[in-house]
């Protein structure tokens, strides 16, 4: 079974700082890996999606990166912004079908 | 516009009880979920339905079924209700294996 992990579990940085979130999974054998961001009591918002097929993705300041065969993504957010300030979840999905997320990063940007 | 709707937002109930928690999407997607996600912010997938037939049943009691009267649609109904149950309860859709958009969420809280 696909096990999704997300380091750091939170993450502080003031704000104009580039950073990176991590996320691993221990079967390589994807379709697919979303990117997602929680704000407080809202739902999901979808960030950028990699194909199994893909390397990276890009929109705007953000960049996610995915290494297949050592099973890992990474998120990317240049000049970080305190609206940045938010959950962000790391998903795999192994066959067409469902996702496995990530416990999270909670993320915030200090003004 | 809304895409995807989820009525209540929140739903406050004793225990035993059954109640049903509606779905809607207005993005012509063929695929819906519900997600749970409990109070360490975990998100785990129950249900996963293509085209009004269940694709993925995950290991949930059988005391909650989901159904769906049209591919617009996926409600899910939850009888005899324990506290265990008090989650936030996602509903998604995608078009087959494509990006995932989130509704907002149903706080259900058992007393």
């Known amino acids: 079974k696909q096990e999704v992990t997300q380091i750091p579990a939170a993450l502080s940085v003031p704000e104009g700082e580039n950073l990176v979130l991590n996320c691993s999974f221990t079967?390589?054998?994807?379709?697919?890996l979303q990117w997602f961001r929680q704000d407080p009591g809202k739902g999901l918002t979808s960030l950028l999606l990699?194909?199994?097929?893909?390397r990276e993705q890009t929109s705007g300041r953000l960049n996610a990166s995915l290494d297949k065969s050592s099973g890992r993504s990474t998120l990317y957010i240049a000049a970080s912004q305190p609206g940045d300030s938010a959950t962000y979840l790391c998903?795999?999905?192994?066959?067409?079908?469902?996702?496995?997320f990530g416990t999270g990063t909670s993320l915030t940007v200090i003004p | 516009d809304t895409a995807v709707s989820q009525t209540p937002k929140y739903l406050v109930t004793q225990m035993g009880n059954d109640k049903s928690i509606k779905c809607e999407q207005n993005?012509?997607?063929?695929?819906m979920y519900w997600y749970k996600q409990d109070s360490k912010k975990f998100l785990k997938i129950m249900f996963s339905?293509?085209?009004?037939?269940?694709?993925i049943n995950e290991t949930v009691p059988n005391r909650f079924s989901p159904k769906s009267p049209d591919k617009a649609h996926l409600n899910l109904h939850i009888n005899s209700l324990e506290l265990g149950d008090s989650a936030v309860y996602f509903c998604?859709?995608?078009?087959?294996?494509?990006?995932?958009?989130f509704g907002p969420g149903t706080r259900l809280t058992v007393l």
């Open positions: 998903a795999v999905r192994p066959d067409g079908n469902q996702f496995y």
């Open positions: 998604a859709s995608s078009r087959a294996s494509r990006t995932q958009y």
């Open positions: 339905y293509n085209n009004k037939e269940l694709i």
């Open positions: 990699i194909q199994s097929s893909q």
């Open positions: 079967d390589s054998a994807i379709y697919n």
């Open positions: 993005l012509g997607h063929d695929t």
